[in-house]
């Protein structure tokens, strides 16, 4: 399985923190294209995504317990 | 070492935290301390909310602090940014760089809060008078069409 986390406007548009998908073997973006469909959740797209804690381009597959993390344009300082 | 990077829901100590870099080497310590305006573009903010990706956030100012270390020696810097409900002129994040020399710790501490707007996961949600907003995309970087934030080169 795979737990999939969403912060700030993501968080809010979803109305959960986290999810727990079976992911492995996707793409990140693949991913991304099915949380778009499952929750209508098009703002994925903007968003840059962190496999266990480190920012990942679109083309990493996605391996059994990995963390996925949708970071949405950050605003920290 | 660790506590030299941290994420908190505690108010901040510019003392405490500049006493993470104090040491006998160094002959500056530049503090940086960001706040929280009332006013932004003519609009009135009431309070900020402030929520952050702990573990990685906590990472990423470590991977800030290796950063200075690389390009400038000798340096020791510590970070501690705030999360949860602040009020106007509330502290959001202390940044402290200890150098032997002055001018190295100028440039460190710019280049600190710099790429904390680029790389840290940190969200700020502005309430205002009339409206409620997440905001992204304070250095105008755009999408991140390399699925990543860009390094800026600061040297």
């Known amino acids: 399985m795979n737990k999939i986390l969403f912060f700030a406007g993501l968080q809010e548009k979803m109305g959960k923190q986290s999810i727990e998908i079976d992911a492995s073997g996707q793409s990140v973006k693949q991913l991304k294209d099915y949380i778009e469909q499952e929750y209508n959740l098009s703002k994925v797209h903007e968003s840059m995504v962190a496999i266990n804690e480190e920012f990942a381009p679109g083309e990493e597959t996605i391996k059994e317990n990995d963390t996925i993390a949708f970071i949405p344009p950050v605003s920290g300082g | ?155």
């Not at chain 2, 100012?61 to 000798?74: F, T, V």
């Not at chain 2, 190295?104 to 996961?121: L, N, Q």
């Not at chain 2, 905001?135 to 390094?151: L, V």
């Open chain 2, 1 to 155: 070492m660790s506590r030299c990077y941290t994420i908190t829901k505690e108010p901040i100590s510019i003392e405490k935290t500049v006493g993470l870099v104090s040491r006998p080497e160094a002959g500056a310590i530049n503090t940086f301390i960001g706040t929280v305006r009332e006013i932004t573009e003519g609009k009135r903010t009431l309070f900020l909310e402030y929520q952050a990706y702990q573990s990685m956030a906590e990472a990423k100012l470590a991977e800030i602090g290796e950063e200075i270390s690389a390009k400038w020696p000798n340096t020791k810097t510590a970070i501690v940014h705030r999360v949860g409900r602040l009020d106007i002129e509330d502290i959001a994040v202390v940044i402290a760089v200890s150098t032997p020399h002055r001018a190295d710790s100028y440039e460190a501490s710019r280049y600190a809060i710099e790429r904390i707007k680029e790389i840290v996961p940190i969200w700020k949600k502005e309430h205002w008078e009339d409206g409620e907003e997440w905001i992204g995309d304070q250095k105008e970087t755009k999408a991140y069409s390399a699925g990543k934030p860009e390094k800026e080169d600061f040297s």
